[in-house]
């Protein structure tokens, strides 16, 4: 009797929190769809007075799902003055025969060489593209090379930065993987949660697939120091924004397409990545997601016990708790359809999942979380690292 009062009490308690919590998302997904909504149906703006003239870094390695239309792509931007950077640190990685075979003399080509054991290597090919690029760049563009953009993306990205009082522009990545799949579709349901918690007030962190940087901001930022010793090159450039007091806009019109399929070990992988990386680049972001899932996942057990037990009201509070998350993902799948309407026949077919996987997606965020807690090393892209601190890096080994 004793321990059935006290699993009710837990219930209870647990269950409220977690439907607070539940609503508290739905409000912070609603802020994120009103946004994107002003974002994409305003009426155009008038282009910047005069278009600066742009860098466009884009890191490769290895030979990945639609590199050479990602590439083209990037190389056919309607924008009157960039130059096309391409790095990479291994002159016989197979990425660079693609490369020349799509771009040719379109590009310039950096081979960093071997990166130090003690940063990442992704941050050592951008700074020496960064250094390679021309006097007359006045802004900085990072991309990766899996995303397939359309022609006026690099002019989405950079209008922005007529604001002074901006420092960075930032898009995000969204996943269609175009043969569906069950663990494709989940990455995509499980990423696009990150998009919702964007900041909307020019705090976001800038998300290394593409991000606009001013020059003049990078330099007095001082970014070449804070990614000295670093594996993440997008939160480092983040706090070197903040410490600067200058701002990073979310443009979610300028946001991402990518197309490749994965696995379940490669997905579970990389979302322990993702997160182990946010870990030790934002403690306090970690302890609180990781907080919250465990008493979202708390009360759903909670709950399902109750109904073993007979009690409906179990049920109730099931729902209370589950819904709210659902319907967010539908604001998703909304959001998703205003920023890409070419991909309508896609979402035809596939938006069902960001409604009904989201409630098992909560249980991999849940894994991830608790993965990531349990381990300071990440493998990515052939090298692993121990990431000691967010100054302090160590390559450990190589697959």
């Known amino acids: 009797m004793l321990c059935s009062h006290l699993l009710d009490t837990l219930f209870w308690a647990v269950s409220l929190v977690a439907v607070v919590v539940a609503l508290m998302s739905v409000k912070r997904g609603r802020r994120f769809l009103e946004y ?3 974002r994409t149906r305003e009426p155009p703006q008038e282009p910047p007075s005069r278009w600066p003239s742009v860098a466009l870094i884009v890191p490769v390695k290895g030979v990945e799902t639609g590199l050479a239309s990602n590439l083209g792509s990037l190389a056919s931007q309607d924008y009157p003055s960039f130059e096309l950077i391409v790095c990479c640190s291994d002159p016989y990685d197979p990425a660079l025969e693609v490369v020349r075979a799509t771009l040719g003399q379109s590009c310039s ?6 990166p130090s054991s003690e940063i990442g290597e992704k941050i050592h090919n951008l700074t020496a593209a960064v250094a390679a690029a021309g006097d007359g760049a006045e802004v900085f563009v990072f991309a990766d090379s899996d995303g397939q953009v359309p022609p ?5 990205l950079v209008a922005p930065l007529e604001d002074l009082t901006l420092g960075a522009t930032t898009a995000f990545r969204w996943h269609f993987p ?12 499980w990423d696009s949660a990150i998009a919702t918690i964007l900041d909307t007030q020019d705090r976001s962190f800038a998300w ?5 940087v001013r020059r003049e901001s990078f330099d007095a930022a001082q970014v070449p120091n804070h990614w000295r010793g670093a594996v993440s090159d997008d939160y480092r450039l983040s706090d070197a924004m903040q410490s600067a007091n200058l701002g ?3 443009v979610p019109e300028a946001m991402v397409p990518t197309i490749g399929q994965c696995t379940r070990p490669e997905f579970l992988h990389w979302t322990v990545r993702q997160l182990t990386i ?7 972001m970690w302890i609180g997601g990781c907080v919250t899932h465990i008493l979202y996942c708390t009360a759903q057990l909670l709950c399902v016990l109750q109904l073993l037990n007979g009690n409906w009201i179990g049920l109730g509070a099931l729902l209370a708790i589950v819904v709210p998350g659902m319907a967010i993902g539908g604001m998703r799948a909304y959001a998703c359809a205003l920023v890409f309407p070419d991909r309508e026949a896609w979402l035809e077919r596939y938006g069902w999942a960001y409604f009904w996987m989201t409630p098992l997606a909560t249980w991999i965020w849940l894994y991830a979380f608790l993965r990531s807690g349990m ?8 090298r692993t690292y121990e990431l000691r601190s967010e100054r302090e890096v160590r390559e450990v080994g190589r697959t």
Request: aromatic share 14%.
């Open 36 to 38: 994107v909504e002003d």
């Open 109 to 114: 080509l950096v081979i960093a060489g071997e």
């Open 152 to 156: 006026d993306w690099l002019r989405k």
């Open 178 to 189: 175009v043969e569906g799949g069950f663990w494709p579709l989940m990455r995509s349901v």
């Open 208 to 212: 290394g697939g593409g991000t606009a």
């Open 248 to 250: 990073i806009r979310f």
């Open 278 to 284: 946010t870990r030790v680049y934002r403690f306090r």
């Open 375 to 382: 381990t300071r090393r990440i493998s990515w892209r052939g």
